[in-house]
Every structure is written in structure tokens, then in C-alpha cells.
């Protein structure tokens, strides 16, 4: 699969592709604060590590876990630049006030972020190993100020409109119309329940099927 497209499991076991949009953005797939507690994947450095070579991080140059080092306060601030980014993303997919010190989190985040180089001897691009952490957070906190702080990519941050989805994308889409974290989910899901509604008797639409509430996805990939 393309660096940076994901699979995740939702709480009913189904699995789904999630293109989050952005490397910033997929961060916020790997767990959250509050109850996003409950989908947690990044435990320990070693979760960080095998995590990372999927990602958009991995795009420029293969990477492999021998190519990092990753420790437990690596992990420790990658956990806490994603949940502050959760205090973001959702304010501005809906129209809300964002977080100042939120985001001043985020700049102090946003330092020397991993070098590749191309040899000489193939042409081929290689990272300068190792890859630490704190190239790694400033990756990502890169990443997402330039989301938040370029108003083109700003007004396509998107929550999924599947309810009770909460997904958070970048709209990458040409026509910018993207409305849910994955067609194989919440798209078909949607349109499975337009086609029940046109269907229905007004009886029926008067006692609308319990069973088409799901809840919130996970983030396990």
C-alpha cells in the first residue's frame, strides 16, 4: 500500500483504507486524548518505529526501523504533539476558535525535521541515519503548521460527516468535495441509509432502524 494510506479496523471489525491526506494529519489516526484513549496503537517506541515506515515519512526514501531511534520521550512527545493537534484539527474542520497555546505547542515542536541525501554511486535517495525522534516530531509538527497556517489547506481540513465518525482529513480531492473518511465505510454506509430512507413508509421513517447507529472507528491499522 502507498506510504501514508492506511487500514483501519472499526469497532465492529471491519476494515477500511483511510487516506488521511497529510503526514500531520495521519498522526491523528494512531489514537487521541479523552476517549480517543480507547484506539490507541503507539504503546511503546518500538509501535512508533514499525508505525512510521508506513507513513508519509516514507515517501521521499524507504524506511525501515533500523533507520530509527526512537525512545520512550520520543514517544512520550509524539503522543502529546498529537493530542494538542486534536485540540486543532476539529475547531477548524468546524468553523471554531483554535487554540492559541495549542498551536504555540505545535511551533515549539517544529525543529530540524529528517535529511535524506541521493548517492552518488545509484542516484538513489537514502536517509541520513539514524532517524531520531526529534527529526521525527519535527516532521510532523512541521507538517501540520503548514496545514493549519496555509489557508488553502486550512479550509480543506475536514471532519468525516458520518455519524458518529469523528476521522480527520486534508481534502486532497481536485473538486475539494471529499466527505468521508473511506467510501468502503462511511461513503457506502451513507448511501445504503439514503437508499433505506427513499424506500422507507412513512411508518418505518417514523421508526427509523437502531441498527444503522456504529460507533466511533479505531484507529488500529
Same mark, same amino acid.
Given at each position: 500500500?502507498? *506510504?501514508?494510506?492506511?487500514?483501519?479496523?472499526? &469497532?465492529?471489525?471491519?476494515?477500511?483504507? %483511510?487516506? !488521511?491526506?497529510?503526514?500531520? /494529519?495521519?498522526?491523528?489516526?494512531?489514537?487521541? *486524548?479523552?476517549?480517543?484513549?480507547?484506539?490507541?496503537?503507539?504503546?511503546? *517506541?518500538?509501535?512508533?518505529?514499525?508505525?512510521?515506515?508506513?507513513?508519509?515519512?516514507?515517501?521521499?526514501?524507504?524506511? @525501515?526501523? #533500523?533507520? $530509527?531511534?526512537?525512545?520512550?520521550?520520543?514517544?512520550?512527545? /509524539?503522543?502529546?504533539?498529537?493530542?494538542? %493537534?486534536?485540540?486543532?484539527?476539529?475547531?477548524? &474542520?468546524?468553523?471554531?476558535? /483554535?487554540?492559541? &497555546?495549542?498551536?504555540?505547542?505545535?511551533?515549539?515542536?517544529?525543529?530540524?525535521? !529528517?535529511?535524506?541525501r541521493v548517492d552518488a554511486a545509484d542516484l538513489v535517495r537514502r536517509w541520513v541515519t539514524p532517524v531520531?525522534?526529534?527529526?521525527? $516530531?519535527?516532521?510532523?509538527?512541521?507538517?501540520a503548521l503548514t496545514v493549519i497556517g496555509t489557508p488553502a489547506l486550512r479550509d480543506r481540513l475536514r471532519? =468525516?460527516?458520518?455519524?458518529? =465518525?469523528?476521522?480527520? %482529513?486534508?481534502?486532497?480531492? +481536485?473538486?475539494?468535495?471529499?466527505?468521508? =473518511? #473511506?467510501?468502503?465505510? =462511511?461513503?457506502?454506509?451513507?448511501?445504503? +441509509?439514503?437508499?433505506?430512507?427513499?424506500? &422507507?413508509?412513512? @411508518?418505518?421513517?417514523?421508526?427509523?432502524? !437502531?441498527?444503522?447507529? @456504529? *460507533?466511533?472507528?479505531?484507529?488500529?491499522?
Amino acid at each position: 500500500m502507498h *506510504p501514508g494510506i492506511h487500514v483501519l479496523t472499526s &469497532a465492529y471489525g471491519q476494515q477500511f483504507s %483511510f487516506d !488521511p491526506g497529510s503526514l500531520g /494529519v495521519e498522526l491523528l489516526a494512531t489514537g487521541g *486524548p479523552g476517549a480517543g484513549r480507547r484506539w490507541e496503537i503507539l504503546h511503546r *517506541p518500538a509501535d512508533l518505529a514499525d508505525w512510521l515506515t508506513r507513513t508519509r515519512l516514507a515517501a521521499p526514501a524507504p524506511l @525501515t526501523v #533500523s533507520d $530509527l531511534r526512537i525512545g520512550v520521550a520520543d514517544l512520550e512527545r /509524539v503522543r502529546h504533539l498529537r493530542d494538542t %493537534f486534536w485540540l486543532i484539527a476539529p475547531a477548524i &474542520a468546524h468553523g471554531r476558535p /483554535v487554540d492559541a &497555546a495549542a498551536v504555540e505547542v505545535l511551533n515549539g515542536y517544529a525543529d530540524a525535521p !529528517p535529511r535524506f541525501r541521493v548517492d552518488a554511486a545509484d542516484l538513489v535517495r537514502r536517509w541520513v541515519t539514524p532517524v531520531t525522534g526529534r527529526q521525527v $516530531l519535527a516532521a510532523f509538527a512541521r507538517d501540520a503548521l503548514t496545514v493549519i497556517g496555509t489557508p488553502a489547506l486550512r479550509d480543506r481540513l475536514r471532519e =468525516c460527516a458520518g455519524d458518529p =465518525c469523528q476521522l480527520i %482529513f486534508l481534502d486532497t480531492s +481536485r473538486p475539494g468535495n471529499r466527505r468521508w =473518511c #473511506s467510501m468502503e465505510r =462511511c461513503g457506502n454506509r451513507n448511501k445504503a +441509509r439514503s437508499h433505506r430512507n427513499r424506500r &422507507a413508509t412513512p @411508518t418505518a421513517a417514523a421508526n427509523p432502524d !437502531p441498527g444503522r447507529a @456504529t *460507533p466511533t472507528v479505531t484507529a488500529t491499522p
